[in-house]
């Protein structure tokens, strides 16, 4: 089983991204997550792999839990939200403990920029984000759960 930790600061939507990957829609509800585990199945070049994802709080009163969610975590997918510059900044906090912690095992992460819908609220340039990528060795993907479930329908 393939173990995903997704981080970030709170309300970038990590929830929304989480729950359409798992159930192909979004909550009608939400309110702030703590700690939410999903178990599923996909199918990766023809493989299929079982999935846990950890779905963890952005909000500063829960960071005491960041040590178990990286050692939690085989894969990493880190999130900001395109329209708030803070949420792209601590990301590079929340690598550095994922490296310090993992210290020798390979840990992928994935960058994903969100709320790509609220282009006119953008304070994060897309060329900064592809810049920490490229400099972290990993992808990056700015998408939104309402551009998703558009195409969905």
């Known amino acids: 089983m393939l173990k995903v930790a997704v981080l970030g600061k709170g309300m970038v939507g990590k929830s ?3 729950y359409k990957f798992i159930n ?3 909550p009608k509800d939400h309110d702030p997550t703590i700690e939410d585990k999903y178990s599923t199945s996909t199918i990766i070049d023809g493989t299929n ?5 950890l779905d963890t709080a952005g909000q500063d009163d829960y960071q005491s839990l960041m040590n178990y969610w ?3 975590g085989q894969a990493f997918v880190l999130v900001y939200a395109i329209n708030d510059k803070e949420s792209f900044d601590c990301l590079e906090d929340k690598r550095d403990k994922i490296l ?3 210290r020798d095992e390979i840990s992928p ?3 994903i920029g969100n709320k790509c819908d609220l282009e006119s609220q953008r304070v ?9 990528s490229k400099r972290w060795g990993c992808s990056i993907f700015e998408t939104s759960v309402i551009v998703i479930l558009f195409n969905f329908l």
């Open 49 to 53: 792999y079982e999935v846990e994802i």
């Open 124 to 132: 994060v340039k897309y060329e900064d984000a592809v810049a920490l």
């Open 109 to 111: 992460i994935v960058i």
């Open 70 to 72: 990286i050692n939690f």
């Open 100 to 102: 310090k912690m993992k």
């Open 24 to 26: 192909c829609n979004t």
């Open 16 to 18: 929304s991204l989480t």
